[in-house]
């Protein structure tokens, strides 16, 4: 039983849910973090995702410039 729900949760993960446009692995794993838990500050993606904060902050500029994410005030979320 276990594993139809860790199926069921990787397919709504699968590469369909990941716009197109983004080809960097990191900026891809960034969108999944935001679009699985709503919102974090660059402090808990950098805890949770194991990325150096200057990393994070250039993919953030990056998704925020393409229209894919928002940022509100220190906490960023997908549109």
């Known amino acids: 039983m276990q594993r139809t729900m860790h199926s069921r949760t990787t397919s709504a993960l699968n590469a369909s849910s990941i716009p197109s446009e983004l080809e960097s692995p990191?900026?891809?794993?960034?969108?999944?973090?935001l679009s699985t838990h709503g919102e974090a500050t660059v402090s808990e993606l950098?805890?949770?995702?194991?990325?150096k904060k200057i990393s994070l902050y250039s993919i953030l500029s990056t998704?925020?410039?393409?229209?894919?994410i928002d940022?509100?005030?220190?906490?960023?979320s997908l549109c």
């Open 26 to 33: 990191r900026a891809k794993l960034v969108y999944l973090f």
């Open 71 to 76: 940022q509100d005030a220190e906490s960023y």
């Open 63 to 68: 998704l925020c410039e393409r229209g894919l």
């Open 46 to 51: 950098q805890s949770s995702l194991n990325m």
